[in-house]
C-alpha cells in the first residue's frame, strides 16, 4: 500500500499551491487536489521542479482523502463563501470521525462559527485560519492566524511552527483563540493593510504633487524611510515600485497605472464590525471610503473639468524639499499608530464580545513576518501590550506618547499644507483629528447631547452633579429670546 500523506490541501490557486509546496518543502508529505484537474498537474509538476518536494496529486475526491493518515487533516484554499461550503460537502462525504478541516481563505468569521457547528455534528474538528502574505509568504514563510478548535490546532502545530514566517521572536503563528477569532483577527490586519496602503498613497501624493519630488526622489525618499522607524515590507515595495520603468512606453510604470484600486471585502467587514461594535476606526473607514472615490474616475474626471477655474492651489505652494520629506515622515508614522491603534481596539472589543481572550501583543508578534503588514513598528507594539496588557489605546503607552508628541508639529504642518494646496489626505487627517479627539478632556459633545435633549428629550448627564436630567430648552429659549 502507498505511504500516506501527513496532509492534504485542496485548492490550487496562487495561495494554495504556494502553501502546498511550502509544507512539502519542510518536510511533510502532502496530498493535493483542485475542483479543476489541470491545477493538480501544474502543482505535481512545480513540485518535481523545484527540488523533488513529496508532493501527491489527486483528481479525485474520494482518493485524495484517503490518500491522508488519520486523523485527516485537509487544509481549503478556496474563494471564500459558498465554493468552500460546497468543497466541505465534496470532501467531508469521505472523512471520518476525529478528522479535521483547516480552513485558510479570507472568510467571515461568522461562517467559520457556523461550519464549525457543522463540523462537531460530523465529528470533525474545524478551524479558521487567516493566511497572510500573499503569494511569496505562502511559498516561504506567512503569518498564520489559527482559531477554533485547539484539539486541531495541536495536531497540526508541529507543521505550522515550521511552515510560518520566522523572525527573531519565534515563528509567525500562535493559536489565536476559540470560534471564528482567526478569521476575525486576519479581517482587521486587512482593515490594517488598508490603512497602511491609503496612508503610503497620501504621503506619495504630497510628497509628489506640492513637494515636486520625481519618481527617483520618491524611491530614494522610502528608500531612506525603510532604514528607520517607518521599515515595513509596503515601504520596501513602495520604493521598488518608483524605480519600475514602463516596458510598454517612456517613463515609470506608476505613471501609467489607472488610479482605481480595487478590493475583496476584508476592509469593509473591518468597517462594519467597528460600527456594530463601537469602535470609532476613522483611518481604516477613510482608506476605505478613498477605494471607493478611486472608482469614480469618470466622475472625477468630470468633476475635476467643473472645479478647474476655481483656484484651489492645487499643489502650488513652494515647499524645502527635504524639509517637507522629514514632516511627511513623522506625518505617516504618527498617522499609522492612530490606526494600529484603532484595529487592536477593534479586536479587543470583539474579544472581549466572544470571550475570546485574544493577547493583542502575541498578534502583533505573529505580525512581524511572513504577512503584508510585516514592519519593525510591530515589535513595538508588542513591548507595548507586554508592558501592560490592559492598555487602553496605544496611544496611551508611554513611548508612543512620547512619539507623538513629538512628531505632531511635523503631522500638522503636512496636513495643513495637503489642505491649502487641494490635496487630500483623508488618513492622515483622520487620524489626525482621532487624536485630537482622544487627547481631549472636553469635546463638544455636550453640545449635542443638547441638541438631542432640545428636540428628542433624549436626557442628560451634567458634570457637576450625578444623575439625568431633561429641561423645555424650547420653552426657556423663547421665553428669553431677544
Ligand atoms: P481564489 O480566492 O481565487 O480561489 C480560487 C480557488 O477556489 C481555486 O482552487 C478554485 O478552483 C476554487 N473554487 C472556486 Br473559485 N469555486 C469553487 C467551487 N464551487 N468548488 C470548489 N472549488 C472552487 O484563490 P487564492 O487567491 O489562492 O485565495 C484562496 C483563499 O485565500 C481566498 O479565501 C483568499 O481570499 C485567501 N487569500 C488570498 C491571498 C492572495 O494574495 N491571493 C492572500 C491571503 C488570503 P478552480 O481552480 O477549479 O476554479
Known sequence: MAELSRIGLAGLAVMGQNLALNIAEKGFPISVYNRSPEKVDETVERAKLEGNLPVKGFHDAKEFVHSIQKPRVIILLIKAGPPVDK??????????????????????????????????????????????????????????????????????????????????????????????????????????????????????????????????????????????????????????????????????????????????????????????????????????????????????????????????GDGNVEVAKQTLIDDVRKALYASKICSYAQGMNLIRAKSAEKGWDLKLGELARIWKGGCIIRAVFLDRIKKAYDRNPHLASLLMDPEFAQEMIERQSAWRRVVTLAINAGISTPGMSASLAYFDSYRRDRLPANLVQAQRDYFGAHTYERIDMPGWFHTEWFKIAKQTKI
Open 87 to 312: 468543497s466541505i460537502e465534496t470532501l467531508a462525504a469521505h472523512m471520518e470521525e476525529g478528522d479535521c478541516i483547516v480552513d485558510g481563505g479570507n472568510e467571515w468569521y461568522e461562517n467559520t462559527e457556523r461550519r464549525q457547528e457543522e463540523a462537531k455534528k460530523r465529528g470533525l474538528l474545524y478551524l479558521g485560519m487567516g493566511v497572510s502574505g500573499g503569494e511569496e509568504g505562502a511559498r516561504n514563510g506567512p503569518s498564520l492566524m489559527p482559531g477554533g478548535s485547539y484539539e486541531a490546532y495541536k495536531y497540526i502545530e508541529d507543521i505550522i511552527l515550521k511552515v510560518a514566517a520566522q523572525v527573531d521572536s519565534g515563528p509567525c503563528v500562535t493559536y489565536i483563540g476559540k470560534g471564528g477569532s482567526g478569521n476575525f483577527v486576519k479581517m482587521v490586519h486587512n482593515g490594517i493593510e488598508y490603512g497602511d496602503m491609503q496612508l503610503i498613497a497620501e504621503a506619495y501624493d504630497v510628497l509628489k504633487s506640492v513637494g515636486k519630488l520625481t519618481n527617483q526622489e520618491l524611491q530614494e525618499a522610502f528608500s531612506s524611510w525603510n532604514k528607520g522607524e517607518l521599515c515595513s515590507f509596503l515601504i520596501e515595495i513602495t520604493a521598488d515600485i518608483f524605480g519600475v520603468q514602463d516596458d510598454k512606453g517612456d517613463g515609470c510604470l506608476v505613471d501609467k497605472v489607472l488610479d482605481k484600486t480595487g478590493m475583496k471585502g476584508t476592509g469593509k467587514w473591518t468597517v462594519q464590525q467597528a460600527a456594530e461594535l463601537s469602535v470609532a476606526a476613522p483611518t481604516i473607514a477613510s482608506s476605505l471610503d478613498s477605494r471607493f472615490l478611486s472608482g469614480l474616475k469618470e466622475e472625477r474626471m468630470e468633476a475635476s473639468k467643473v472645479f478647474k477655474s476655481v483656484d484651489l
